[in-house]
């Protein structure tokens, strides 16, 4: 419990950094962040013991949260490749995570969470992944800059704080 509260406590430090670093390069280039970008940081958040609990198997279980650790991983993944302006691995990184690489895994643990999940918790997923899909898209780009990304990363991100606030897992072993 208390690790885990550590882990969604990094993510928050990650979008925060993000927003931080969006706005310190916007000030270098003399133009201000977005209002979404600003927004990131202000994501309310519920009571974790009043969200909405999803009642989920142990294959479950695992499969969601390695999901969740991965993307994790792969915020850290891309923010390294970006303070090397290594667009090439944003964009590999981003890529794995667009909803057509990862909505319709037919993985029997995902297929049979995915058919109980309340209607809401898409209305997190799907925009996240297209978040990334647009970040894949931007690093492609000949003339893309580190603040570009980072202002779409903040962006993306509150996907997961928003998710996060608003469901728990439930394991029925
Ligand atoms: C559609 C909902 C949703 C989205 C979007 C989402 N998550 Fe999660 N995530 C969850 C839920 C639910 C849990 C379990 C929380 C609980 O039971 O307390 C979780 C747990 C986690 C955990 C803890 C894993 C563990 O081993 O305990 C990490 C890390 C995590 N998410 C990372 C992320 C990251 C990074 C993103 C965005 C890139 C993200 N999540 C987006 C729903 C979501």
């Known amino acids: 419990m208390r690790s885990k509260a550590l882990v969604i406590g990094m ?16 000030a270098h280039h ?9 927004a990131a940081a202000a994501v309310p958040k519920a009571k ?22 991965q993307m994790l991983a792969t915020l850290g993944q891309i923010n390294q490749a970006l303070s090397q302006q ?8 981003a890529d794995a995570l667009r909803p057509q690489h990862t909505m319709q895994s037919q993985d029997p643990a995902s297929v049979s969470f995915h058919a109980k999940l309340p209607s809401r918790w898409r209305e997190f997923g799907r925009p996240m992944h297209q978040g990334f899909a647009r970040m894949a898209d931007q690093a492609a780009r000949p003339d893309v800059t580190v603040a570009q990304i980072q202002a779409l990363m903040a ?10 606030s608003t469901y728990r897992l439930h394991l029925n072993p």
């Open 11 to 26: 993510l928050g430090a990650t979008v925060l950094c993000s927003w931080a670093l969006a706005q310190q390069e916007g």
């Open 30 to 38: 003399g133009h201000h962040a977005s209002s979404e970008t600003r």
């Open 48 to 69: 974790p013991s009043s969200r909405e609990v999803v009642s989920v198997n142990r294959d479950e279980y695992d499969h969601v949260l390695g999901d969740m650790n």
């Open 86 to 93: 290594d667009m090439a691995t944003v964009r590999k990184l």
């Open 155 to 164: 962006q993306t991100t509150q996907y997961c704080v928003a998710c996060h």
